[in-house]
């Protein structure tokens, strides 16, 4: 029965008293891992498993909206004509840019970029802020304000006497509040990115957390992909 | 012996991990730091133990809940002509004895925690979160699971949806079902928080199995040991791994299932609620879509146990592995098509007649691995430990429940049997008589790996005994009352099922005395128990060749190398260390071609 | 002594990770991924609009369907640029595409069934309409269910005429001979066969007296 050196196995993650290096060169794998690539091949499979439960939780919201739309299409169409597209466009645009940024800061840690890394962490930070500012005043408030709430609560003043159209706003509150947490999630997730990026953790052999977070983003941003046609381009 | 290289980092810290071999249990030096190191480990095998405890805590509880369900059944309640009500004996215990209403209340809030309990809080953690957790790295040659704080995590979110659903029963629970079917679950109960807390509770346990469930697909793929292929692995961990994706899959739809329920039950949004254009049979389909892949949850852990101690308990290779690898694979894969089985009598009958022919799919790898196991027993050297007595009671008894299984997928059948007893018995023979079975047969085969100690093989033989009679007396009866139209969460009864329903809560009782049996021998070896060696029973598998009983911390010695099949019975003999240390067969004779 | 010289990929290869090498993606990929990013989302709205003005213009309905089609194509396209580029998983372990490929399966399955079901509510309904065939389907004589069973139903010849042919037994046994004991009238029945009867079978009940036959066209009895 062979035996391994136990070389890499030694070092538990810390470091010894005179190594001046920076963290993400000095960083060391979990003991239970051969080495980091090991370690980040496994912590990625790990976070694509997260995400795929990301998708199926979203999933729920779809085929509610599905057999809902198929049951009730002109609730869906009275409804959706309520709100306003270029919102929407807006918001799109602004989660689209932030998955660039993201993906830009995943490539500014592999090269070791560390003043880039930040200002696109901040970037991306920012694009969630005003997704959800644009969410909140220019949306949320404005429906709330004429009464297009979900189930027992509608009360739109107006009301064209098509049946079934609370049903719809739950729907929308419903997908649209879910994925506001997550970008809410997302934001704090970018400011501890922000936070150990100041302390030059992440580099070219380290940025697990980087590319963890920022697939996250992106199937955040995936499932916005998708409800933007699905609530406010219908016709 | 290797040399041990300290790596870039020095002296000062090579020597951690090396100098200290003492088992995993040790403690650390006080009562508190010892409590301290518990409660922030992140060993997989502390962690596996701790939910052991809690599970077997919970069953107790459900257990309890279960008997009380019985006690209720053993007579019908009766209102005679002048008001007075008997029979309605749970309710009298609880002091609602005087109204009929009450009482049946009682009852509801009664089958309800059991299912819940049984179902979240004991049968979807239990093989997975306990043996899987302290299993899986050890079979695997690996040091720990993939991510060791994830795990941690995971025990401190079941302990959080234990407490929720604690908090609701102490409120006297909920009565709605474990199913918490619309539109009761949404429309009753208003203004008390019972269901709210009740399904916060399941959806926080869900986080729990998923976040288990990733951590051990992960560490199935990365964490191998050097020379062991996907095909060299025991099948426990094949079981484990199918289990795992099942959990990765559906929990997530059971999360947004509960986050609708609970918006429709406070913002009243409509999509269960026909009134405003909903329909109660969506909230079915979403609640069923995780729950019957959950019931595979449930069962193929139990199956994982049955392969290692029906191959150590009859000494023999396990017959056709891949055929039982892939099986597992084929069941988690199907299990997701098929949950409108449990829907026959509410959903349309165009997806009812394609849920039952997909059904009988279902069954088929299951079969498999029944007639895998069989044939693996014959000339195999059968013992009759405690564990082999369950892994042969469970053939039985799972043997029983999956064949009535096909019954239930049929169609038509079903439109009869759906909410009588028979599914109660059906469930409870798979569910109980399967998982819960292997569980404690696989209790039995661990637990000298485990806690070093060996249990007491007589206790646990009248243990077995008490189970195994006392379970089909409890259930078999059920089979017939439902055929016979005994519906399932009913209170009371006509007369015309008194027997039965008597005899079942008789076995009831004989079932709790063999639990109860169990419990004092776990707690009699603890106490007492001989020390093990680390290879008792003479297997093959990694955690059995190469780690000591208990396990050191960081699980081996040396990394291991495979360099056998986890059941070659045939070519292999694990090593002596002392002679007579196995209390089974039988070494092999000087100068024979196993040495 | 030490294994620190070893090259990674020859001594990993048992836990089955290769050495994948930290692609990194470039600057003119990213921005090409954004531009189409751009561009398809201006495309779905434009879509939309286009779909709107020919509905006006030319005083057309256009289906749902195609409205639904179209945001979706252009969203899965989207999805899968951003998952392919940006989630870098085209340069990665084919394990990553599967979990994500099963994933969306499982989905598709979700979807699918419960489309299914919720979807043909009042399928079967049709078909219920007719009478309730008594001696068979009818079905290879190519009348449609219902009128066979209409035929089949006044006249009661259809397995009787089978049965004249091949009868190998001897005169059909009265079924009070074979020692049953019936509480309603038997109409004909026989021990072979039993011969459904119109009408309140059960002592004591009394037909509802507007109510002759629902609209599946059975009777009270059913």
């Given at each position: 029965?062979?035996?391994?050196?136990?070389?890499?196995?030694?070092?538990?993650?810390?470091?010894?008293?005179?190594?001046?290096?920076?963290?993400?060169?000095?960083?060391?794998?979990?003991?239970?891992?051969?080495?980091?690539?090991?370690?980040?091949?496994?912590?990625?499979?790990?976070?694509?498993?997260?995400?795929?439960?990301?998708?199926?939780?979203?999933?729920?919201?779809?085929?509610?909206?599905?057999?809902?739309?198929?049951?009730?299409?002109?609730?869906?169409?009275?409804?959706?004509?309520?709100?306003?597209?270029?919102?929407?466009?807006?918001?799109?645009?602004?989660?689209?840019?932030?998955?660039?940024?993201?993906?830009?800061?995943?490539?500014?840690?592999?090269?070791?970029?560390?003043?880039?890394?930040?200002?696109?962490?901040?970037?991306?930070?920012?694009?969630?802020?005003?997704?959800?500012?644009?969410?909140?005043?220019?949306?949320?408030?404005?429906?709330?304000?004429?009464?297009?709430?979900?189930?027992?609560?509608?009360?739109?003043?107006?009301?064209?006497?098509?049946?079934?159209?609370?049903?719809?706003?739950?729907?929308?509150w419903g997908a649209t509040g879910i994925h506001a947490s997550h970008v809410i999630v997302g934001m704090g997730l970018f400011a501890w990115l922000y936070v150990r990026s100041r302390k030059r953790h992440f580099g070219p052999g380290h940025y697990n957390a980087v590319e963890g977070v920022g697939l996250y983003w992106h199937i955040v941003d995936i499932v916005w992909i998708f409800l933007f046609p699905m609530l406010y381009l219908i016709h | 012996m290797a040399s041990i290289d300290l790596g870039k980092s020095?002296?000062?810290?090579?020597?951690?991990?090396?100098?200290?071999?003492?088992?995993?249990?040790?403690?650390?030096?006080?009562?508190?730091?010892?409590?301290?190191?518990?409660?922030?480990?992140?060993?997989?095998?502390?962690?596996?133990?701790?939910?052991?405890?809690?599970?077997?805590?919970?069953?107790?509880?459900g257990g309890m809940a279960a008997l009380a369900v019985r006690l209720e059944l053993f007579a019908p309640t009766v209102v005679d002509a002048t008001g007075q009500i008997s029979g309605n004996l749970l309710g009298q215990m609880f002091g609602a004895g005087d109204s009929l209403a009450d009482s049946n209340l009682f009852y509801n809030r009664a089958m309800t925690i059991h299912g819940i309990i049984m179902v979240?809080?004991?049968?979807?953690?239990?093989?997975?979160?306990?043996?899987?957790?302290?299993?899986?790295?050890?079979?695997?040659?690996?040091?720990?699971?993939?991510?060791?704080?994830?795990?941690?995590?995971?025990?401190?979110?079941?302990?959080?949806?234990?407490?929720?659903?604690?908090?609701?029963?102490?409120?006297?629970?909920?009565?709605?079902?474990?199913?918490?079917?619309?539109?009761?679950?949404?429309?009753?109960?208003?203004?008390?928080?019972?269901?709210?807390?009740?399904?916060?509770?399941?959806?926080?346990?869900?986080?729990?199995?998923?976040?288990?469930?990733?951590?051990?697909?992960?560490?199935?793929?990365?964490?191998?040991?050097?020379?062991?292929?996907?095909?060299?692995?025991?099948?426990?961990?094949?079981?484990?791994?199918?289990?795992?994706?099942?959990?990765?899959?559906?929990?997530?739809?059971?999360?947004?299932?509960?986050?609708?329920?609970?918006?429709?039950?406070?913002f009243h949004i409509g999509i269960f609620d026909p009134r405003l254009g909903g329909d109660p049979v969506l909230f079915q389909h979403f609640f069923w879509f995780y729950s019957h892949p959950v019931v595979y949850v449930m069962i193929l852990p139990g199956m994982a146990i049955m392969n290692e101690l029906i191959a150590a308990g009859s000494r023999k290779k396990i017959f056709g592995y891949r055929a039982v690898a892939f099986s597992t694979l084929a069941i988690a894969g199907i299990s997701f098509i098929v949950w409108g089985h449990h829907m026959f009598t509410s959903q349309g009958e165009v997806a009812a007649v394609v849920f039952s022919a997909l059904t009988f799919l279902v069954a088929i790898p299951s079969a498999v691995k029944i007639f895998n196991w069989i044939s693996t027993l014959y000339k195999g050297s059968i013992i009759l430990t405690t564990w082999n007595l369950y892994a042969l009671a469970f053939l039985f008894l799972f043997s029983i429940g999956g064949l009535t299984g096909l019954f239930l997928g049929s169609l038509a059948v079903d439109l009869h049997l759906h909410d009588t007893y028979f599914i109660v018995a059906h469930f409870h023979y798979v569910m109980m008589g399967g998982t819960i079975i292997a569980f404690i047969g696989g209790i039995h085969y661990w637990w000298p790996k485990m806690t070093g100690k060996m249990?007491?093989?007589?206790?646990?033989?009248?243990?077995?005994?008490?189970?195994?009679?006392?379970?089909?007396?409890?259930?078999?009866?059920?089979?017939?009352?439902?055929?016979?139209?005994?519906?399932?969460?009913?209170?009371?009864?006509?007369?015309?099922?008194?027997?039965?329903?008597?005899?079942?809560?008789?076995g009831s009782g004989l079932l709790a005395l063999g639990l109860f049996v169990h419990l004092f021998g776990f707690l009699a070896s603890l106490a007492a128990g001989k020390k093990a060696p680390a290879n008792p029973w003479g297997a093959l598998t990694l955690e059995w060749t190469h780690a000591s009983s208990p396990p050191i911390e960081h699980n081996f010695e040396h990394e291991p190398v495979v360099t056998h099949g986890p059941y070659d019975f045939d070519t292999v003999l694990p090593a002596q260390t002392k002679p007579g240390e196995y209390s089974l067969p039988r070494p092999a004779a000087p100068g024979s071609k196993y040495h | 002594m030490t294994s620190q010289a070893q090259p990674h990929a020859e001594h990993f290869d048992a836990h089955g990770h290769k050495d994948h090498g930290h692609t990194i993606v470039s600057v003119a990929t990213l921005r090409t991924v954004l531009a189409l990013l751009l561009f398809f989302t201006l495309l779905t709205v434009g879509a939309t609009l286009v779909e709107v003005w020919i509905a006006d213009t030319f005083n057309v309905l256009i289906p749902q369907w195609v409205n639904v089609f179209v945001a979706l194509s252009i969203a899965a396209v989207k999805t899968v640029i951003v998952v392919m580029f940006f989630m870098q998983l085209k340069y990665d372990s084919p394990l990553n595409t599967m979990i994500f490929v099963f994933t969306l399966l499982t989905v598709c399955f979700f979807l699918g069934f419960t489309v299914l079901d919720l979807g043909n509510r009042g399928t079967i309904d049709r078909f219920k309409e007719g009478h309730i065939l008594r001696g068979g389907t009818g079905l290879g004589t190519g009348m449609p269910i219902t009128q066979s069973s209409k035929i089949a139903a006044v006249?009661?010849?259809?397995?009787?005429?089978?049965?004249?042919?091949?009868?190998?037994?001897?005169?059909?046994?009265?079924?009070?001979e074979a020692g049953y004991v019936s509480k309603v009238p038997l109409a004909g029945s026989s021990a072979q066969r039993s011969k459904p009867v119109q009408g309140i079978t059960l002592e004591g009940l009394s037909v509802p007296a507007a109510q002759t036959e629902d609209e599946h066209g059975e009777g009270p009895a059913h």
């Open positions: 029965m062979a035996t391994i050196d136990l070389g890499k196995h030694g070092a538990h993650g810390s470091a010894p008293v005179n190594d001046d290096r920076p963290y993400h060169e000095r960083y060391q794998a979990a003991h239970h891992f051969v080495d980091r690539e090991h370690e980040f091949d496994a912590v990625k499979m790990g976070v694509w498993l997260f995400l795929s439960t990301e998708v199926l939780l979203f999933s729920g919201m779809f085929v509610a909206y599905a057999i809902f739309r198929m049951m009730y299409p002109d609730a869906f169409l009275s409804g959706s004509a309520h709100l306003d597209y270029r919102w929407g466009l807006l918001n799109t645009v602004v989660l689209l840019l932030s998955s660039y940024t993201v993906a830009a800061a995943v490539r500014h840690a592999q090269t070791g970029n560390q003043k880039w890394l930040q200002i696109n962490i901040i970037l991306t930070f920012i694009a969630g802020l005003i997704f959800l500012t644009i969410k909140g005043v220019f949306e949320y408030y404005k429906k709330y304000s004429e009464g297009l709430l979900p189930g027992k609560f509608y009360s739109y003043p107006y009301a064209e006497n098509v049946p079934y159209e609370p049903l719809w706003w739950g729907i929308y | 020095g002296a000062l810290h090579g020597a951690h991990g090396h100098e200290h071999h003492g088992s995993y249990l040790e403690g650390k030096g006080g009562f508190w730091a010892t409590v301290w190191d518990w409660m922030t480990t992140v060993d997989h095998k502390k962690i596996g133990m701790m939910y052991l405890v809690a599970i077997l805590f919970m069953f107790f509880l979240f809080l004991v049968i979807v953690p239990s093989v997975p979160a306990s043996l899987g957790n302290f299993l899986l790295p050890l079979q695997l040659g690996a040091k720990d699971v993939a991510f060791p704080r994830l795990n941690l995590a995971s025990w401190y979110i079941y302990l959080l949806g234990s407490f929720f659903a604690i908090l609701s029963l102490l409120n006297y629970g909920v009565d709605t079902g474990w199913t918490f079917y619309t539109p009761y679950s949404t429309t009753t109960d208003e203004g008390h928080l019972r269901v709210v807390w009740m399904v916060t509770a399941a959806f926080i346990l869900g986080f729990s199995s998923i976040f288990t469930g990733l951590n051990f697909v992960v560490t199935v793929h990365k964490l191998r040991a050097p020379g062991m292929g996907w095909f060299d692995m025991p099948l426990f961990v094949w079981g484990i791994y199918g289990t795992a994706i099942i959990q990765v899959l559906a929990t997530p739809v059971i999360g947004i299932t509960l986050i609708l329920l609970l918006f429709e039950r406070i249990y007491n093989e007589t206790v646990g033989r009248i243990g077995w005994f008490f189970v195994f009679v006392g379970f089909n007396a409890t259930f078999f009866p059920q089979f017939l009352m439902g055929s016979r139209g005994m519906p399932r969460r009913y209170a009371s009864y006509v007369p015309e099922y008194e027997f039965w329903h008597q005899f079942s809560t008789i | 006249t009661n010849q259809t397995y009787d005429e089978h049965l004249a042919h091949h009868a190998h037994h001897g005169p059909r046994l009265p079924i009070t």
